[in-house]
């Protein structure tokens, strides 16, 4: 039975190019914009209140944070801070959120008056419905910018990767002149800068002991130790016939191991670089995270790969692909469980999970996953992966029992004598 359309989540007045999900909090944030292009469509960062209503995952809108005019293209997050990827430039971004008073004294001092000044719009629902009534529990805002450092040099400079350590403590950044650039966190304090690719970076991911992964598009993937290339990926060394340009690297993402605390795997995207007629497949290629050694090579479609998530257990891939569909793969053997043929409209920019913390588990709703995924079609989508059946032990036991039994009597009538 295929899935059913996705929820729309949310719309936005502008393209959305990236979306994160607060470890902590039931908040996503999502942002985009139109460039600096004078064509009216603004530019900014949208805060918003997930909650359950009625059994269903809705979205409010709790601010919105313009950019002026700078579309936001790359996003990371650490705790309460935003390193948001906006032309050739990472702009350092600190929020915080005042909970809401209680009813009694919101009551006593008019809050509901200055809901109405502050203007919060409301979307319930998976569909959008309800817009313009206020929120059960308006949070405030605020977002302070703390820091800006340039982060691409080029002529056509972009950044098009960032990326934080596991403890926060390090960013690294990667753009269109193939520059690898690190840099202190708080004090953006740049301590390394070395071109890592001949072209641009197109992803970024950071592993244990300082180790850098990085996508590029001139074919390569590379391990980084500072500025030292530990190795270069080859995820095709065991598959012959495959010619070594015929594939990009277009993602790579560290993930958990479900159910192993010590292990960790490294999974790339792989996509072809040239478009055909007949397009060939993509590629998943999961890796040891520490020998980067590869251990499983599957095809995952012919759409092009556009973007890449990993579910906080390292259970669950998410990805998205150019002409907008979206897919759930799980992480042990690359099968994929969810599959929705154009759930955009265009490209799907961004995908990211719901966390696995303990207000992420409330949103789920019984649900095993939920996948957000924006477009440039302006959308936020909602994709919920449903618990899969497990049969208890006691009745496993059962079962066994029973088949046994059963299989007595059947030799006994088939070898009269037999016990």
């Known amino acids: 039975m295929a899935p059913r359309r996705p929820a729309e989540l949310y719309r936005a007045p502008f393209p959305l190019y990236t979306v994160r999900l607060h470890p902590r909090r039931p908040l996503a944030i999502t942002a985009g914009g139109g460039g600096a292009a004078k064509t009216g469509i603004r530019n900014g960062v949208h805060f ?12 409010s809108l709790l601010h919105c944070h313009d950019t002026e005019t700078r579309a936001t293209m790359t996003m990371a997050l650490a705790g309460d801070v935003i390193a948001a990827g906006q032309d050739n430039s990472c702009h350092i971004l600190r929020f915080s959120l005042r909970e809401p008073e209680p009813p009694a004294a919101a009551g006593k001092d008019g809050g509901g008056d200055r809901d109405k000044e502050k203007g919060v719009r409301r979307r ?9 009534s206020p929120p059960s529990q308006a949070r405030e805002v605020k977002v302070e910018s703390l820091q800006c450092v340039r982060t691409d040099t080029s002529p056509d400079a972009l950044q098009k990767a960032v990326s934080f350590s596991s403890d ?6 990667g753009g269109a002149d193939g520059f690898l650039r690190l840099w202190e966190f708080p004090s953006m304090k740049k301590t390394l800068e070395f071109k ?9 991911a950071l592993g244990p002991d300082n180790k850098v992964v990085t996508a590029g598009r001139d074919f390569q993937c590379c391990v980084w130790q500072q500025d030292q290339l ?9 598959l012959p016939g495959i010619p070594d340009k015929a594939y990009r690297y277009q993602a790579c993402r560290f993930g958990a191991v479900e159910d192993n605390a010590g292990a960790l795997r490294l999974y790339t995207v ?10 060939p497949p993509c590629y998943l290629t999961k890796w040891d995270g520490k020998s980067f050694l590869p251990l499983l090579t599957r095809p995952c479609g012919s759409e092009v790969i556009s973007c890449l998530s990993i579910s906080d257990s390292g259970t669950f891939l998410g990805l998205g692909t150019v002409t907008g569909s979206v897919a ?14 154009e759930a955009h409209g265009i490209v799907v920019t961004d995908v990211a999970f719901v966390p696995e913390s303990r207000p992420g588990r409330e949103l789920l709703g019984g649900h095993e996953a939920a996948l957000l995924s924006v477009a440039v079609d302006s959308r936020c989508k909602l994709h919920l992966l449903p618990a899969r059946r497990s049969l208890p032990v006691w009745l496993l036991l059962l079962l066994c029992a029973g088949l046994i039994v059963a299989t007595i009597l059947l030799l006994q009538l088939a070898f009269p004598g037999f016990l």
Do not use: M
């Open 48 to 59: 918003l209140q997930l909650e359950q209503i009625g059994g269903q995952l809705s979205a």
């Open 124 to 132: 319930r629902g998976p569909a959008g419905a309800a817009q313009g």
């Open 168 to 173: 926060g403590a390090l960013l690294a950044t």
């Open 196 to 204: 890592a690719h001949d072209g641009e970076i197109e992803d970024i």
């Open 230 to 238: 530990v190795t270069g990926l080859c995820w095709h060394e065991n």
């Open 270 to 279: 792989q996509v072809p670089h040239k478009r055909e007629r007949r397009p």
């Open 328 to 341: 759930i793969h799980i992480a042990f053997s690359l099968q994929r469980l969810y599959y929705v043929k």
